[in-house]
């Protein structure tokens, strides 16, 4: 077996429908400027409207033979999938670049040659899977920014809590290994969330900005 080829099976994987093997894109990439460092992984749009975009990868294993490159191609429809409400470009440069490498021979089966739309089907499987585990995280998320969203500046300029408070929560939870492990930061950004929350209104600059309380009423005989 050859170094690449061994690099190839080192590739990690998660499963998917059936019991196949799937690496993700994010490892493909890295495969490829690590077997081909002379390589070259470009993408393009073909074709773009309001609401799809076509995409063209192609990969160069060796600039100085260009004539001997892999492509791949995928369309996205914006809006379509919860991915897709804001980042259906950006899902379809992904797909393309998977679907390139894996023409390549990256990160898929050695049946893929013969049957490529079944390994297609099952990116596509494994994408929608990770989407919908990653969904009910992504709503506790916009529902906890959506209330601090209304004090949360005043924290800020407070020095309670860092401008790029939003980002970097947002980002944690896209770095962790998996969906318990996002969820898992999901609470523990609520409980900072709480904290920033609960100091701020023990400040001065808060309690000024609130209505007086009202005294009880004295009645009269």
Not at 89 to 109: F, M, Q
Request: include cysteine; proline fraction near 4%; aromatic fraction near 8%.
């Amino acid at each position: 077996m050859s170094k690449k080829q061994e690099e190839k099976k080192s590739l990690p994987t998660v499963k998917v429908g059936g019991g196949g093997d799937y690496v993700m894109v994010h490892h493909r990439i890295l495969a490829f400027h690590e077997m081909f460092p002379n390589g070259s992984l470009t993408c393009k749009i073909i074709e773009q409207t309001e609401n799809r975009v076509t995409m063209e990868a192609v990969a160069i294993p060796d600039t100085s033979k260009p004539e001997r490159f892999f492509n791949g191609y995928a369309s996205e429809l914006k809006g379509v999938g919860f991915v897709n409400e804001t980042s259906h470009i950006e899902n379809c440069d992904t797909s393309a670049k998977g679907r390139a490498l894996a023409t390549l021979g990256i990160g898929v089966e050695e049946s893929f040659a013969s049957d490529h739309e079944v390994a297609n089907a099952k990116i596509q499987q494994a994408e929608k899977k990770a989407v919908k585990g990653m969904k009910s995280v992504m709503q506790k998320f916009i529902k906890s920014f959506f209330w601090a969203n209304q004090w949360l500046p005043m924290a800020v300029d407070l020095g309670i809590c860092k401008p790029d408070a939003v980002n970097s929560s947002l980002n944690s939870i896209f770095n962790q290994g998996s969906i318990s492990l996002a969820e898992e930061k999901m609470r523990k950004i609520d409980e900072a969330l709480l904290n920033y929350h609960g100091k701020l209104v023990e400040t001065p600059e808060y309690k000024s900005m609130q209505p007086p309380k009202k005294g009880k009423e004295v009645k009269k005989n």
